[in-house]
């Protein structure tokens, strides 16, 4: 994520980017209990990690991406990222930490998310400093509250 352009500072971004490094750092906790034979332990990490990544996942789709997709501009950036979501959202469903295939396709895909996730920090989530006024803001709001029951944005 970039450093100059005041994003980090939005409380609703701040909230995302901690979910991105949460996901990361769950795909790799399950990788190291598998790596160590802790399997059951693994595929309990994966679930945690789907689990978290569909309630961040419906937050970005439904807030800021539902936002941001009304201009094509935006549009032909957020659709394949919507795509990821769903394609590893698919295979997580399906994960099976006892297979050695499956362990290196969620390697992989730890890897994948890390580029994913630069597209949406370094790209899209600075041009909402731009492109979002208030309404704006309350409506992505919203949508991450939706998703997160009980939780509220954090705030300085």
């Known amino acids: 994520m970039c450093h100059y352009c005041g994003c980090r500072q939005i409380p609703l971004i701040r909230d995302y980017i901690a979910e991105h490094e949460l996901a990361l750092a769950l795909g790799a906790r399950a990788l190291e209990e598998a790596g160590r034979g802790a399997l059951v332990d693994a595929q309990a990490t994966v679930a945690e990690m789907r ?49 050695a295939a499956d362990r290196t396709r969620l390697r992989e895909e730890v890897e994948e998310l890390k580029v994913h996730i630069s597209k949406e920090e370094d790209g899209l989530f600075p041009v909402t400093l731009v492109e979002f006024n208030g309404p704006e803001w309350d409506a992505a709001i919203a949508a991450w509250e939706r998703a997160h029951p009980g939780r509220t944005i954090s705030v300085d």
């Open 51 to 99: 689990a978290e990544l569909v309630r961040h996942w419906q937050g970005e789709e439904e807030g800021v991406f539902a936002l941001m997709r009304t201009d094509e501009l935006y549009r032909e950036h957020i659709d394949p990222l919507i795509a990821e979501h769903r394609e590893l959202d698919a295979l997580l469903a399906r994960l099976d930490m006892t297979s």
